[in-house]
């Protein structure tokens, strides 16, 4: 099991900035992409940004300019880094993760995990 837990949420003011935090923990697993998405209530879930391979980068274009991924060298965090914070950016946010993992028999399989989300709120 892959375990995900984020950190920094908060309540800001528009204009503001954050930095959110996530780690991932277990034994045996292979981060390929990690990636932020957030939830606000009465609306889907989306992707705010992704990291692929620690180093390929992916973001909503309504967040373009006013954030940015990135992740350790260990490849097991990755932080997003928020500006400009707008109250539509009030919501869940969401660590994500997909991978490999081996098995106890030695063969990987593929894995996907979230973690329990961290609350971003933004007030004017």
């Known amino acids: 099991q892959v375990r995900l837990v984020e950190s920094g949420g908060g309540l800001v003011q528009a204009g503001g900035s954050l930095i959110l935090s996530c780690v991932a923990s277990g034994s045996g697993f292979s981060i390929n992409t990690m990636a932020w998405y957030r939830q606000a209530p009465g609306k889907q879930r989306e992707l705010v940004a992704s990291?692929?391979?620690?180093?390929?980068?992916n973001y909503v274009d309504s967040m373009k300019g006013r954030v940015a991924i990135s992740s350790n060298n260990a490849g097991n965090t990755v932080y997003l880094q928020m500006f400009g914070l707008k109250p539509e950016d009030t919501a869940v946010y969401l660590c994500?993760?997909?991978?490999?993992?081996?098995?106890?028999?030695?063969?990987?399989?593929?894995?996907?995990?979230w973690g329990q989300g961290t609350q971003v709120t933004v007030e004017t």
């Open positions: 994500n993760a997909e991978g490999t993992m081996r098995e106890a028999t030695g063969w990987t399989s593929p894995f996907e995990a």
């Open positions: 990291i692929t391979g620690g180093r390929r980068t």
